[in-house]
């Protein structure tokens, strides 16, 4: 038997787009319902390159517009969530015979001064040779440059965004899929399953968004059955995380002979993440996976920067992730624009429909003010917040100052003594100033694993929605990294455990906390 909501708008698709729009509309007092066939940031949004950058390469196609508001967001996220976005130097070598430098060095003085960059360190020119840099290179790369941009856990990214949304009165329901939505007596009807329990409920709404990602054409065709216009081109980008390669802080950016760029970065303290590949996928995004192929590129375009070669016999974990690309004609894919596309369909007398085409992470938060924007006239007036308030307003545990972190762990070194510093260093990082709640949900002396503690797990659980193994290991962290099978098998043994206790408590009345 279904059973009815009515929101304001109903969101599909629990990415960093459609988390993006819940948390701005809700912030806005609108009643907002989000769903997702699966876990938030299961598809594309936890697949990046980890970056929150303008784009340098975006400069030779002549994407002024979309790489002035990325470098301007860069501080402007830094601010909401030092926690989990810290600056980071890029180091850039100079390879003859491809890009000449005055071109580099015309290319790094617009993005410096492009975005309006306040904190973030400014370029400057290096000497190889001299210094830690040079010496993982082979010994041709005498010159470079180094700038900076930023790095960021991007599935915590999305789920910040939703646990803020969730705060402020959205529903926020991953591992939901639509099944259908349709226009009816000038409201969308939108029938939704729990892909665990079965359940099925109606929910209205006076807007829907379409953010699925890779799935757009896909839903709009078979879910909403309306007529999108817009092109999107699905573009595969893969990555490669080997055990460290170097002990340094910094990032290399490498110019591929192909036209390409290749970025090799500090990742997870113990570990290097190589990353990424371009190319046209046409198949399955849920089946998408880095092939033998592109690990061997991955492999091959670094070696011919660095001294010790890498080879696909080193890689420790791979992942991929599918683009949806606004299809503007290129024949290149790693030419075709970043740039996001909203396309509304409102015909008179039927409510709105707003689909979501490209973009890129570092932008997500300029799209949903876009998005609400373009659905203003089709909603109730707003209640809350004016628009642009989540450039001013931390994400959960991001009120700290930009450069407080050693004095974030400081504070929580000394109420919790008895942790390792590492795994408080890693809390520190992943909750910031709400690593006392994390810590008080459960038993911080119980280890799972890799200082996975039941207090923390069960915490993601209850206000996280992490529901599997996957979930926690590889999206709420990258514990996956260091885990053991054993220890995986023995996590999701306590996750049915800690479940069936919450199923039988909410059977019986019992609070169920995060909703």
């Known amino acids: 038997m279904a059973e009815l909501d009515h929101f304001d708008i109903a969101i ?12 701005d509309a809700a912030g806005r007092g609108h009643r907002v319902f989000l769903c997702d066939k699966g876990d938030l940031a299961s598809g594309t949004s936890s697949a990046s390159t980890k970056l929150i950058h303008g784009g ?17 967001e860069r501080e402007v996220l830094w601010g909401i969530a030092p926690h989990i976005i810290r600056p980071l130097r890029f180091i850039l070598p100079h390879h003859h015979g491809l890009r000449p ?20 360190p400014p370029t400057r020119t290096l ?7 040079g010496r993982l290179l082979k010994p041709e790369f005498t010159r470079g440059f180094e700038y900076s941009d930023c790095r960021v856990d991007d599935a915590r990214l999305v789920v910040l965004n939703a646990r803020d949304a969730a705060d402020r009165g959205a529903e926020i329901a991953p591992r939901t899929r639509c099944l259908s939505a349709e226009r009816k007596a000038g409201t969308w009807h939108l029938m939704v399953r729990h892909e665990i329990t079965g359940r099925t409920r109606l929910v209205t709404a006076t807007a829907l968004v379409n953010a699925t990602g890779p799935w ?11 007529n999108v216009t817009a092109k999107v081109r699905l573009v595969q980008g893969s990555h490669i995380v080997v055990p460290r390669l170097y002990d340094h802080s910094s990032c290399y950016i490498f110019q591929n002979a192909d036209g390409r760029i290749l970025f090799v970065i500090p990742y997870e303290q113990d570990f290097t993440l ?4 371009d190319q ?36 420790v974990w791979s992942y991929s992730g599918i683009r949806p690309l606004f299809d503007d004609g290129s024949g290149d894919p790693s030419a075709a624009t970043r740039d996001y596309v909203l396309r509304l369909d409102a015909p008179e007398g039927a409510p709105a429909l707003l689909s979501v085409f490209g973009g890129k992470i570092t932008t997500y938060r300029r799209l949903a003010e876009h998005a609400l924007g373009d659905l203003a006239t089709h909603l109730p007036a707003a209640t809350g917040e004016q628009a642009g308030w989540t450039g001013r307003t931390a994400l959960p545990g991001g009120d700290f100052a930009t450069d407080g972190f050693d004095a974030l762990v400081s504070r929580m070194s000394a109420r919790f ?8 260093h890693r809390l520190c990082h992943a909750y910031g100033t709400h690593v006392p709640t994390v810590l008080a949900s459960g038993d911080v002396n119980t280890d799972l694993g890799a200082g996975l503690t039941d207090a923390e797990l069960r915490y993601l659980m209850s206000h996280e929605w992490a529901m599997t193994v996957g979930d926690v290991a590889w999206r709420r962290s990258k514990l996956g990294l260091r885990l053991s099978a054993a220890e995986m098998d023995g996590i999701g043994s306590v996750m049915r455990d800690i479940a069936g206790t919450r199923t039988k408590e909410t059977a019986h009345g019992a609070p169920h906390p995060g909703h």
């Not at 003594?417 to 408080?424: G, I, V």
């Open 12 to 23: 599909i698709g629990g990415g960093i787009n459609g988390c993006g729009i819940a948390r």
């Open 56 to 72: 340098l390469r975006y400069l030779e196609h002549y994407e002024f517009r979309l790489v002035r508001e990325a470098l301007m």
């Open 101 to 120: 430098a005055w071109m580099l060095r015309l290319g790094l003085f617009l993005y410096d001064h492009l975005g309006g960059r306040r904190r973030l």
């Open 127 to 133: 000497r190889l040779r001299d210094g830690p840099s």
């Open 216 to 226: 757009v054409a896909q839903v709009a065709a078979a879910v909403i059955r309306a």
């Open 274 to 277: 190589i990353g990424t590949t």
């Open 280 to 315: 046209d996928f046409d198949g399955d995004p849920d089946q998408v996976h880095a092939s033998a192929e592109e690990i061997a590129y991955l492999c091959r375009s670094a070696s011919t920067y660095l001294r010790k070669p890498v080879t696909p016999e080193m890689a």
């Open 417 to 424: 003594p008895l942790l390792p510093a590492t795994t408080l």
